[in-house]
């Protein structure tokens, strides 16, 4: 499976960003995806998945209420609708994937990362 993620970019405070996750390769439908990011001096870190199928989705407690992911098996894409961005959501952002379905807690595949940066 090979992901490519899009859709990062400059966005003031309180703005939003779509990301955009395209897998190829071979249908994604089965598996748990989401995102994690890597702010600069910052390990990476989970910030939502979604269940295969779209059954269930988890967030990381910063992004609550403020992003929401979601998945069109169809098209094999995966998004990430930020709303309400804050500076400290500046960061590279990584699609994920994996066999299976929930926990997403054993990523096989990675995409390649998007920039996002957050003015004040």
């Known amino acids: 499976v090979q992901l490519q993620a899009s859709g990062g970019g400059l966005v003031q405070a309180g703005g939003s960003l779509r990301l955009s996750c395209a897998a190829s390769?071979?249908?994604?439908?089965?598996?748990?995806m989401g995102w994690f990011r890597r702010a600069p001096g910052k390990e990476r870190e989970f910030v939502a998945s979604?269940?295969?199928?779209?059954?269930?989705?988890t967030y990381a407690d910063s992004v609550k209420g403020r992003f929401t992911i979601s998945r069109d098996n169809a098209n094999n894409m995966v998004y990430l609708q930020m709303n309400s961005l804050k500076r400290e959501d500046t960061a590279v952002y990584y699609c994920?994937?994996?066999?299976?379905?929930?926990?997403?807690?054993?990523?096989?595949?990675w995409g390649q990362g998007t920039q996002v940066t957050v003015s004040s």
């Open positions: 994920a994937a994996q066999h299976g379905g929930f926990p997403f807690n054993r990523v096989n595949y």
């Open positions: 979604i269940n295969w199928k779209g059954g269930g989705t």
């Open positions: 390769g071979r249908t994604v439908s089965n598996n748990a």
